[in-house]
């Protein structure tokens, strides 16, 4: 059994105590930059400015109202609700919403898949307050 030193021991405590924010996938300034760096994707400004876009009633049930519902494949990330050609906000299953945001340059691209699923699970920590979205 191969000996363990007193500094590999602090970093695997160090390492285990990370908080989600501190993790290697990303943290809060890589959701800036990526939406600084994209402010021009579709879904990015539906982000950046959400109070002058539309919502829909949350696909998955309940009352609350959805704006984009992230979802990652690979090294990209992408929304599964997405503005149509009418202006109004469309829900579309995985596979769907893919090939449309990839047919409308509406993705961010990562250098990693870890790094676009953190990003398709944390971006809601961009804005101050999620309670923004517009009530039915």
Same mark, same amino acid.
């Given at each position: 059994?191969?000996?363990?030193? %007193?500094?590999?021991?602090?970093?695997?405590?160090?390492?285990?105590?990370?908080?989600?924010?501190?993790?290697? @996938? *990303?943290?809060?300034?890589?959701?800036?930059?990526?939406?600084?760096?994209?402010?021009?994707?579709?879904?990015?400004?539906?982000?950046?400015?959400?109070?002058?876009?539309?919502?829909?009633?949350?696909?998955? *049930? *309940?009352?609350?109202?959805?704006?984009?519902? !992230?979802?990652?494949?690979?090294?990209?990330?992408?929304? !599964?609700?997405? !503005?149509? @050609?009418? *202006?109004?906000?469309?829900?579309?299953?995985?596979?769907?919403?893919?090939?449309?945001?990839?047919?409308?340059?509406?993705?961010?691209?990562?250098?990693?898949?870890? @790094?676009?699923?953190?990003? %398709?699970?944390?971006?809601?920590?961009?804005? %101050?307050? @999620?309670?923004?979205?517009?009530?039915?």
């Amino acid at each position: 059994m191969p000996q363990i030193d %007193a500094s590999s021991i602090s970093l695997l405590v160090q390492d285990a105590l990370r908080t989600p924010s501190q993790s290697p @996938e *990303g943290n809060y300034s890589q959701i800036v930059s990526a939406l600084e760096d994209n402010k021009d994707t579709p879904f990015v400004k539906r982000i950046l400015d959400p109070s002058i876009y539309p919502t829909i009633p949350d696909p998955r *049930g *309940g009352n609350m109202r959805s704006t984009h519902l !992230m979802a990652d494949s690979d090294t990209r990330a992408y929304p !599964m609700i997405q !503005m149509n @050609e009418a *202006g109004t906000l469309e829900y579309f299953d995985h596979e769907n919403a893919l090939a449309n945001a990839l047919r409308n340059n509406n993705t961010i691209d990562f250098k990693t898949p870890e @790094e676009a699923a953190y990003f %398709a699970r944390n971006y809601k920590k961009y804005w %101050a307050n @999620e309670k923004q979205l517009t009530k039915p």
